[in-house]
């Protein structure tokens, strides 16, 4: 059985930190593009960001660049979503994905995603 699962969410007040964790079982997660995205309330979803396969490439979303940093370790069929200088507008539930292309996390298409970790950046 396919399976993602998120971890390391939670509240934080802004400024704070936070470490994402993604977790695969039943699939390899080296053999596909890694990426985050996120939903608010009411908001549409929003690409975060994403690392190829080997880690030696990744991308960002202007919203978050210089203060996320996204990592992998394929041993452990992991991926990481360092997350600081947290905003209230960061606020939401964010899923990691896994895609043949960044391209398809960017657009929305993953072929994976999991069911998410909640992030709350308040005072």
């Known amino acids: 059985q396919l399976q993602f699962v998120e971890s390391g969410g939670g509240l934080v007040q802004p400024g704070g930190s936070l470490r994402l964790s993604c977790a695969a079982s039943?699939?390899?997660?080296?053999?596909?593009?890694i990426g985050w995205f996120r939903q608010a309330p009411g908001k549409e979803r929003e690409w975060v960001s994403c690392i190829s396969r080997s880690g030696a490439s990744t991308s960002y979303a202007d919203s978050v660049k210089g203060r996320f940093t996204i990592s992998r370790d394929n041993a452990k069929n992991t991926v990481q979503l360092q997350m600081n200088v947290l905003k209230p507008e960061d606020t939401a539930i964010y899923h990691c994905?896994?895609?043949?292309?960044?391209?398809?996390?960017?657009?929305?298409?993953?072929?994976?995603w999991g069911q998410g970790t909640q992030v709350t950046v308040s005072s």
């Open positions: 994905a896994a895609a043949a292309r960044c391209l398809d996390i960017v657009a929305g298409t993953p072929a994976y």
């Open positions: 039943g699939f390899t997660l080296a053999d596909y593009n």
